[in-house]
């Protein structure tokens, strides 16, 4: 029987890098949902929301709060990038073969990943924890920094407040709506561009801070958006396409199988993941929560 | 049908290509080489994007196990090339079979990332079991094939055997191609165009669409692997990073690049981006930004690609003359 | 020929055909009519395989078809038009039919055999009956509406069906483009014994052809038997009181 000080820590591991892959994969999935478009290029938002937030803390430097600020600051930067992609140019491409859209998205990554390398070179950059979450407490046997305390109890909290905005409001009824039938709420004099545009904004914001949030605790390394893209899809496809929980949901287990995949199948582990994505896709393609797919 | 007489593009593109060996450069030899076996690529990938409208996110996993399958054969059993080039394609074409048999069951996005996520196992696989493919290290140091009776031969026996090589290359390649203009050609590609077009539709004039995407995906996978099986050899060794995802989207890329909705499009795609490739990186280091440059203006100003372009201006160029 | 008995279907709690029975002896023209939401399309999904009924069955020519995929009906002698025009755009109008040919004579596992003439005086044929041979080289997506809906004919015609389903053959046509389509289409029933059977909103076209109609209303026959005697029902006027036509 393993030490179970050693099973918690693995699990806790998992559930860390759960929570970061939560934030990234909910805009992937809540911009499939709703624009039915696969976002290629949503870890490479993610990634310079990392190197923005990088660049920022440079420029606030002494300020106590700087990353806290910075963090902010470069999740809206990603928000405006992203309404911008949409508004300018994706938006050409709705009506054309979903080809198409994948691989405009694709071609996103290849544009934004070479442009990050230009401003910010292709060594290693990182950011220095906040202050406040500096430390490290002990539970159960181990040693848990207090920084990844944060992230395990933002990512429940960041899904508690869009379950919020997608319930809760009138914006998030029309993007359930969205979700469900496009071609309805159009009819039914809602402004479908707008809300497309919106929801791009707010998909590529969550990418964003995912990418700040995540700069304290990884290396800022150019590669990381295509790392984190493929981790995301394995995600939405588990928990399922378009639905919220289900990303949830799919972050936690993929999370799991990864910390402990590595334990029982070191040769495979990642082998394990998209053997698990397969299985998914094979016998329940619409993923855990997801809506079952027409006939 | 106009008077004049339709140029067979077909031989004058092979006759183009076996001459090249005799412009003397090794340089252009390897190039030639590299074009030839990724147009096969491509247009193998275009028998399931362009004529059945399915479009695979995985396609380099056939391209690696044919790669893989001819390496092992001819380098760890001594297999003769004679055997070990078609069993690229029939490994290559059993592992479509298994793996698209899943994957038809899915539509458009889904479908994608099926393929995916096989073509990422696939690479797992590779990667990882060192034994047989030697995990990440690869496979270097691939035999050419014999190729001595070459040799013998009057024009072409003073050639380096980088060029015998090549030619037997364009002779295979031309082969695969004449037998998949065939096959588009033939009742079973129209009804793939049909499943492109309409799938409800071919439904209901009896097709069983299921069935026959699985055999468009087998075909496809087949000669993906026999250009896989090439690429080994070219390449003097063979590596996972053949089947990593970013691959496929480059295969996905050429045919685009080169026009999809063309038998012979996917081809130029391949000349192009290969050649694109090699004289922009000898200037800088940001291949991919350019790439996705090139992609983005693509998608949005010529999705006919470069053939459609073509013909789009050819047609413009008709119509002013007659008028 | 065609025998539908007593089929349910219900969406997430939508009773959208909730026991329909109906039946047609072989070459009778018959429609199926009713509002809009009444259960048309899905009582067509569930006869030509596209939906399976919950309940019921389902008898082509005294064979149980019930449930089989729609490839395997269209084999046995079913063809079907669809309500939104459904053919292949970048086909041309001669390769639309042709491709019917090719995959009803059982063509569709060769692959070596050239394509652009076979069956050629087959489809050319067809596509003079239905007034298309002069466009057999345009591309299917470039013809007029009405002329994609006479298309779609020829391509359910080619597969030599012995019923036909027509799922509102003359949605969005005008007056003179509605006169001859049902002209041309009792022509060929006639010509080829077929039996038809046909949904419709426009009554004109239904009364003038159909030699029974059944009348559907929230997935139930309200009303079945000869226009006459549906025209004088008191049920139907009800159900189609604020109907226009």
């Not at chain 1, 429940?156 to 039938?181: E, N, Q, S, Y």
């Not at chain 2, 590779?126 to 009057?154: H, S, V």
């Not at chain 3, 309500?83 to 596992?109: D, E």
Request: proline content about 4%.
């Amino acid at each position: 029987m393993p030490d179970p000080t050693f099973l918690f820590a693995q699990s806790l591991s998992g559930l860390t890098a759960a929570m970061f892959l939560f934030l990234i994969a909910s805009g992937l999935s809540l911009i499939f949902g709703v624009l039915g478009v696969l976002n290629f290029a949503h870890g490479s938002f993610y990634m310079l929301g990392a190197y923005v937030a990088y660049q920022l803390v440079q420029v606030l430097g002494r300020d106590p709060a700087a990353f806290w600020w910075a963090a902010l600051g470069a999740a809206c930067a990603i928000a405006v990038l992203g309404g911008l992609v949409e508004r300018l140019l994706l938006r050409h491409l709705y009506a054309k073969d979903v080809l198409y859209q994948l691989l405009f998205t694709y071609a996103l990554i290849l544009v934004l990943s070479d442009a990050a390398k230009v401003v910010w070179g292709t060594g290693q950059l990182s950011i220095a924890r906040p202050p406040e979450l500096a430390g490290a407490t002990r539970v159960l046997g181990t040693l848990v920094p207090h920084y990844e305390l944060f992230v395990l109890l933002l990512g429940p909290a960041i899904a508690l407040g869009f379950w919020l905005l997608l319930h809760r409001t009138r914006a998030g009824r029309f993007v359930r709506a969205a979700a469900l039938d496009r071609e309805m709420l159009g009819a039914l004099g809602v402004n479908v561009s707008r809300l497309y545009t919106s929801v791009f904004v707010l998909g590529s914001f969550l990418a964003g801070l995912g990418g700040a949030l995540i700069a304290p605790a990884k290396a800022i390394v150019p590669g990381m958006d295509v790392e984190i893209i493929v981790e995301a899809f394995i995600v939405v496809v588990i928990g399922g396409l378009g639905s919220f929980w289900g990303t949830f949901l799919g972050a936690v287990i993929y999370g799991q199988v990864l910390s402990f995949g590595i334990l029982i199948f070191p040769r495979f582990s990642i082998f394990s993941v998209f053997a698990l994505m397969a299985v998914v896709l094979i016998l329940r393609p619409w993923g855990l929560l997801g809506r079952p797919l027409k006939a | 049908m106009s008077a004049r007489a339709r140029v067979p593009w077909g031989l004058v593109g092979v006759l183009a290509a076996l001459s090249v060996p005799f412009l003397g450069s090794r340089y252009y030899t390897f190039v030639a080489t590299d074009v030839a076996i990724l147009a096969l690529f491509a247009v193998s990938l275009n028998l399931l994007l362009g004529y059945t409208g399915l479009v695979s996110f995985g396609h380099a996993a056939y391209f690696g196990v044919g790669a893989y399958t001819t390496g092992l054969l001819m380098k760890k059993a001594g297999v003769p090339f004679v055997l070990a080039f078609p069993a690229a394609g029939v490994l290559a074409g059993l592992l479509a079979l298994v793996f698209g048999f899943f994957c038809v069951r899915l539509t458009k996005i889904y479908f994608a990332m099926l393929t995916l996520a096989f073509a990422q196992i696939v690479w797992a696989i590779c990667f990882k079991w060192n034994d047989l493919t030697g995990g990440e290290q690869g496979m270097p140091e691939i035999p050419y094939p014999d190729l001595a009776w070459l040799e013998r031969l009057p024009l072409v026996g003073e050639l380096r055997t980088s060029d015998h090589f090549y030619l037997l290359t364009v002779v295979l390649v031309a082969l695969c191609f004449w037998l998949l203009r065939r096959v588009v050609g033939s009742p079973f590609g129209r009804i793939l165009t049909t499943i492109r077009e309409n799938p409800e539709r071919a439904e209901f004039i009896g097709v069983h669409v299921r069935r026959w995407e699985l055999l468009a995906f087998v075909l496809a996978g087949a000669f993906a692997g026999l250009a896989g099986g090439l690429f080994g050899i070219f390449n003097r060794g063979v590596f996972p990073d053949f089947i990593y995802w970013t691959k496929s989207s480059e295969v996905l890329i050429m045919a685009i690049l080169g026009g999809m909705g063309y038998f012979y499009g996917p081809a130029v795609g391949a000349l192009v981006l290969l050649v694109l490739n090699q004289q922009i990186t000898s200037y800088t280091e940001y291949w991919p930004f350019v790439l996705g440059s090139i992609l983005i203006v693509l998608l949005f100003a010529f999705p006919g690609g470069l053939v459609g372009a073509l013909d789009a201006g050819r047609r413009r160029l008709l119509r002013l003359g007659r008028a | 020929m065609l025998e539908v008995r007593d089929v349910h279907k219900a969406f997430e709690g939508f009773q959208a055909v909730a026991g329909v029975s109906l039946a047609l002896a072989r070459g009778e023209i018959a429609a199926i009519i009713g509002p809009n939401g009444a259960g048309k399309t899905t009582l067509f999904n569930l006869v030509t395989g596209h939906l399976r009924p919950d309940a019921g069955a389902v008898f082509l020519a005294g064979r149980e078809i019930t449930g089989l995929p729609p490839h395997r009906v269209c084999r046995l002698g079913l063809g079907r038009s669809f309500q939104r025009t459904n053919i292949f755009p970048r086909l041309t109008v001669f390769q639309n039919v042709q491709a019917a040919f090719l995959s009803h004579r059982g063509r569709g596992l060769d692959l070596l055999s050239r394509v652009e003439h076979l069956y050629r005086d087959e489809t050319e044929a067809l596509l003079a009956s239905l007034g298309l041979l002069p466009r057999a080289g345009e591309l299917g997506a470039f013809l007029s509406h009405g002329a994609q809906k006479q298309l779609e004919l020829g391509i359910a015609l080619a597969s030599e069906p012995k019923l036909l389903l027509l799922d509102e053959p003359t949605a969005g046509m005008s007056a003179t483009e509605t006169h001859e389509t049902i002209r041309l289409i009792s022509r060929i029933a006639r010509e080829r014994g077929l039996t038809l059977l046909f949904t419709e909103h426009d009554m004109d076209v239904v009364f003038s052809i159909a030699q029974r109609i059944t009348v559907l209303h929230q997935g139930r026959v309200i009303a079945e038997g000869v226009p006459a005697a549906v025209r004088g029902d008191p049920e139907v006027r009800r159900v189609y009181l604020g109907e226009r036509r």
